[in-house]
């Protein structure tokens, strides 16, 4: 089994009477990716920000590979890495040059510097251009280049906050490529965002958190299984649906929730084995069947199952 590499221990921690962060324990096994999720507010950063000593805990403990976190420089905070969202790079410098700033505040120097500030780059895929000023780069490379600057000192664990906010979607999928090759390397992830997918495609693990509190920590098969619906049907009708078809829907076998948009239904299914039977008794009714698709149900529905509204408005 693996071992526990980091211990969040209920941590809480106000901003004046601001309650931001209430009591969230969580682990990090050796090795695991944590997907750390929930709506802007919920209290993320702040828990990260405790995670790697950048803020104080009012109360609650800290525990990284066996040593406490704490205020200061420490041997636990060192075998962290932070990608924040933004990094102060330097404009007049070059990627390659800002990286031997971040390595050497680290204590590394000279070849062991160079050979990793080369491994970052080639890493995060910017060797080729690692001569080139941050200027240059687009919201993506930056974002890749604050990773390698993560990872200068080796850490054992990495955190990502929000790394794909303001990210066009070529470079999300670069920065995914780059944390699933880390993962395979047997790195420990936490990465944090409002984006299920994004937890989903990367987490083995996911906590969600709202109003500073923990309201699941479980793998995402078992948040799966927490959905009252597995799969989904999405059928296009020639009008809106009546009250009366959709009570007629909603009291068919295996139908767990019906909800109508427009001239769509959209049908919640404890099992896509149900799909056939639902959509025949729709054609039976005489409804005009313009269009109709199935879905895996979404995890970003569970956010919604425990709290009644959705992870973004
Ligand atoms: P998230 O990262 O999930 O968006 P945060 O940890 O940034 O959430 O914020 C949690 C809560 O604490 C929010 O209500 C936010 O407004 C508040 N907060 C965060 N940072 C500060 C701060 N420096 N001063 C006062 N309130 C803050």
Not at 21 to 38: A, C, E, K, R, W
Not at 192 to 216: N, P, Q
Request: glycine content about 10%; charged content about 20%; overall charge negative.
């Amino acid at each position: 089994m693996a071992s526990v590499l980091l211990s969040v221990n209920q941590v809480s921690k106000s901003y004046g009477a601001r309650k931001a962060v209430d009591g969230v324990s969580f682990q990090v096994q050796q090795g695991q990716t944590v997907g750390l999720i929930g709506p802007n507010g919920a209290g993320k950063s702040t828990t990260v920000g405790m995670i790697c000593g950048l803020l104080s805990a009012d109360s609650g403990g800290i525990v990284m590979d066996g040593a406490p976190i704490g205020q200061g420089s420490s041997e636990a905070k060192r075998k962290i890495g932070f990608v924040p969202q933004d990094l102060a790079l330097y404009d007049d410098l070059s990627s390659l040059e800002n990286l031997k700033l971040f390595g050497a505040l680290y204590g590394l120097k000279g070849a062991l510097l160079k050979q990793r500030c080369e491994q970052a780059l080639a890493l995060v895929n910017l060797a080729d251009r690692a001569n080139d000023q941050p200027s240059t780069y687009s919201g993506g490379m930056k974002r890749r280049l604050n990773i390698a600057a993560a990872l200068l000192h080796d850490p054992q664990l990495l955190i990502l906050d929000e790394p794909t906010v303001g990210v066009d979607p070529q470079s999300r999928n670069a920065i995914f490529d780059t944390l699933e090759t880390l993962k395979a390397q047997g790195r420990s992830l936490i990465y944090t965002s409002h984006y299920m997918e994004e937890v989903e495609r990367l987490a083995d693990h996911i906590v969600i958190i709202d109003h500073g509190k923990v309201l699941a920590d479980e793998t995402p098969a078992a948040l799966y299984r927490r959905l009252p619906a597995q799969a989904a049907l999405r059928a296009e009708l020639a009008a809106a649906p009546s009250a009366a078809l959709l009570s007629g829907v909603q009291a068919q076998p295996g139908v767990t929730g019906v909800q109508g948009e427009g001239n769509a239904l959209d049908i919640g299914l404890a099992d896509a084995a149900h799909a056939p039977a639902v959509l025949a008794w729709l054609v039976q009714q005489g409804t005009p069947l313009l269009h109709f698709a199935t879905a895996k149900t979404s995890l970003e529905n569970i956010f919604l199952n425990l709290t009644g509204r959705s992870l973004r408005d």
